[in-house]
């Protein structure tokens, strides 16, 4: 009996008869049984619960099938091979870069120390009587052999109290005796070699001499230096950034909070099976971590947490910079850890800034990714979207777009600032068409230029249609035709900021966002691209006619999902395209989609309105060399007088009869052309819908007889009835205001 027992809890529990219950039990070590089962056969399952028998429980896959396979054929081939040849060595842009940042590092470095040259010979003077006495110090502790002193003293102390350690005296003295009288033959021979290097030295020319005492003033000074006091001053001052390694990846992705993830943890996974490939540096500028999250959890989970992330890592913000790797699975994390903030970090030049021209059949640079290799752009064959919050570098990054596009000195450039703070005002000397302002003879301006587009168009495609196969094989502008003066095909760049100022206008509107809408689905095959920035992407600003068709996207900061999406595409938001985790100081950063197979982070090139200038300034010497100086670069004022539709539906209702209640519309438009050339020459019954749009008058079914084959037949056209409806409402509205 315990003389001490424990007394029992006073809880209604009969704990002694539980005891009694399990007291012939086993214990079982679970985490043992636990590893055992990991790497459980059939044959182990069966040889464990000998009632299971043959027809106990078996594996649905053999064990070969659960076996991965290894050093096969098919995975060979299906292997990705790392490169030869190291990206810096292939790309002559990057090489070059390297190189002139390496002669420039040196060049300072010269610069630097040369400069501070009589400093450091000063210093060496002040140092020289120290380190000659070191030296004598040194040599003087070698000759005795001082250094084993310490070693044949304790050993004295010690045959105090054991005489047998004498003997081990006896035979180190024996040892320093020889070391001693051998270190001394060595000193005189130096001490004879000496006298005769200074008597030849006394018997050389100057210029020997005093290279000899420079180099004995520099090894004493350096000998004499103190230790925490460095001869040379520091040229460059480094911060390096701490190494990326896995455990502090899985001890950061462990602290956000993901269900997936903790569950995963709690089970006993310690997160070494979740790099695929070793940590490593990329370009030089930071750390690549592949990360294959445990199942069923997604990368964009992490992507969402990237300011947690971050701060897990102990890394700036805009140092941080986590993307779903979509070509291998959901849960493929690519972690990318820059030593330096990327919002902060000094930028690559822009390498069109001083020189070079841009063929908009191929790429040029936009801006630059995370790891600081330049991001470019096709322009060609594609329309743009840019979104972004305001004041995040929306305008810049149009403006560069426009900036690439007027260095082909072939293109057409027409420019909308519908903000109307002059942000494209540098691209004035080189634009066929330049407007700023959203006032009302600011958008019959842009409409009356992209009304003077969207026939260009049709024109076009008309020339492609016609053009023999061999010359025009995929039935659209190639960059041989573009070159080819004759056809007219040269591109055309239409850049609208705010566009959304264009698209709610409330009488030019509907027409503005058929017309785009049409560039944007048809003029990229026949040379003619629309890029449109706004800063409030949504389905009535950004009509998704338009959204749905532009292949280029650059999102920068935005706030939600909606935007998100608006933006770069349906559903990026939910497979980790983020926008929304750019932070407030991340301007000039987004999502460039659409270039690629796959969106990337891209920092714009940081273009000023001087430097925009100096661009301009060389762009245009280059189409004057060319003879592509057109329309409002050469001085030319666009004809707004035909978009003026206050009179279009008194004009209609003027060449339509009271006895001629339904009209065609090509009967219309013959008789508006009679009525008024100067305004309606040209007019087709497309721009005569449009016009018409903004006052709710439709087309429709309408019988009449064909004037040339006195045959009836049923085509689109007006009623009488609709137009004087229309000038009714028009009337009491300009009279009285609109009613809700």
């Not at 330049?374 to 560069?400: D, E, H, N, Q």
Request: with cysteine.
């Amino acid at each position: 009996m315990n003389p001490n027992p424990t007394p029992e809890p006073n809880d209604g529990f009969d704990w002694q008869a539980a005891e009694n219950d399990v007291s012939h039990a086993d214990v079982v070590d679970l985490d043992a049984v636990r590893e055992r089962r990991a790497n459980y056969t059939p044959a182990d399952l069966a040889a464990e619960d000998p009632d299971d028998g043959e027809d106990g429980p078996v594996l649905v896959d053999s064990i070969a099938a659960q076996r991965r396979p290894r050093f096969t054929l098919s995975g060979f081939r299906d292997a990705t091979r790392v490169p030869i040849v190291p990206s810096w060595l292939k790309s002559s842009a990057e090489f070059g870069g390297n190189l002139a940042w390496a002669a420039g590092f040196g060049l300072h470095s010269i610069a630097y120390h040369g400069l501070r040259t009589p400093k450091y010979a000063v210093k060496l003077a002040w140092r020289t009587p120290r380190g000659f006495a070191r030296i004598c110090a040194g040599y003087n502790r070698w000759l005795w052999d001082l250094e084993g002193e310490p070693v044949r003293q304790a050993i004295v102390r010690a045959a105090v109290d054991k005489p047998d350690e004498a003997k081990m005296y006896d035979r180190l003295s024996s040892k320093r005796d020889r070391r001693v009288r051998w270190r001394g033959m060595v000193t005189v021979f130096l001490a004879v070699a000496l006298m005769l290097a200074v008597g030849a030295l006394l018997l050389a020319p100057h210029a020997a001499q005093y290279a000899t005492l420079a180099a004995l003033l520099i090894l004493f000074g350096v000998v004499g230096a103190p230790a925490d006091k460095p001869l040379l001053d520091t040229a460059v001052v480094r911060n390096d950034a701490a190494p990326l390694t896995s455990a502090e990846v899985f001890t950061a992705l462990s602290v956000l909070g993901i269900k997936g993830i903790n569950d995963a943890i709690r089970r006993g996974d310690n997160g070494k099976r979740w790099f695929p490939a070793p940590i490593a540096r990329e370009n030089g500028v930071g750390w690549r971590a592949e990360v294959e999250l445990p199942r069923g959890v997604t990368a964009s989970s992490v992507v969402e947490k990237r300011e947690e992330l971050a701060a897990a890592l102990t890394r700036p913000l805009g140092c941080v910079w986590p993307e779903a790797n979509a070509e291998v699975h959901p849960g493929r994390l690519v972690l990318f850890v820059a030593d330096k903030d990327m919002s902060r970090a000094k930028q690559k030049p822009f390498p069109l800034l001083k020189s070079g021209t841009v063929n908009l059949f191929k790429a040029a640079p936009f801006g630059t990714d995370p790891r600081g290799a330049v991001v470019t752009i096709t322009l060609m064959y594609a329309s743009m979207i840019i979104g972004a919050l305001p004041r995040f570098g929306k305008t810049f990054a149009l403006r560069l777009a426009l900036l690439l596009a007027c260095l082909d000195p072939r293109a057409w450039i027409e420019a909308f600032d519908l903000k109307g703070t002059g942000d494209l005002s540098p691209l004035e000397p080189v634009a066929h068409a330049y407007r700023a302002g959203d006032d009302e003879e600011d958008i019959e301006y842009v409409v009356t230029a992209l009304r003077e587009v969207h026939a260009e168009m049709r024109r076009r495609t008309k020339v492609i249609r016609d053009l023999p196969r061999d010359l025009c094989p995929e039935n659209k502008v190639t960059d041989e035709l573009a070159s080819n003066r004759k056809l007219k095909l040269h591109p055309i760049a239409i850049g609208i900021d705010e566009c959304q100022r264009g698209f709610e206008h409330p009488k030019y509107g509907a027409e503005i966002e058929e017309i785009a809408e049409d560039l944007v689905r048809r003029g990229p095959a026949v040379g003619i691209f629309l890029l449109l920035a706004t800063q409030r992407p949504d389905a009535k600003s950004l009509p998704t006619g338009i959204s749905a068709n532009a292949v280029l996207r650059f999102c920068l900061k935005v706030m939600g999902q909606t935007e998100n999406d608006m933006v770069l595409g349906t559903s990026m938001y939910r497979n980790g395209i983020r926008a929304t985790m750019f932070a407030r100081r991340d301007k000039g950063i987004g999502y460039l989609a659409g270039e690629g197979d796959e969106p990337v982070i891209v920092k714009t090139f940081e273009i000023d309105g001087p430097a925009a200038e100096a661009i301009v300034a060389r762009a245009r010497a280059a189409r004057e060399r060319y003879g592509n100086i057109t329309g409002h670069a050469a001085g030319v004022v666009l004809d707004t007088t035909a978009v003026r539709r206050d009179t279009v539906l008194q004009d209609v209702l003027g060449v339509m009869a009271e006895a001629e209640p339904k009209l065609w519309t090509e009967v219309i438009t013959e008789r508006l052309t009679a009525l008024r050339p100067d305004v309606y020459a040209g007019l087709t019954r497309d721009q005569l819908t449009a016009a018409l749009k903004p006052y709710g008058v439709r087309t429709g079914q309408v019988w009449g007889t064909d004037p040339e084959t006195n045959r009836g037949a049923n085509r689109k056209g007006i009623t009488r009835a609709d137009i004087l409806n229309a000038i009714t409402k028009r009337d009491r509205d300009n009279g009285n205001g609109k009613t809700k």
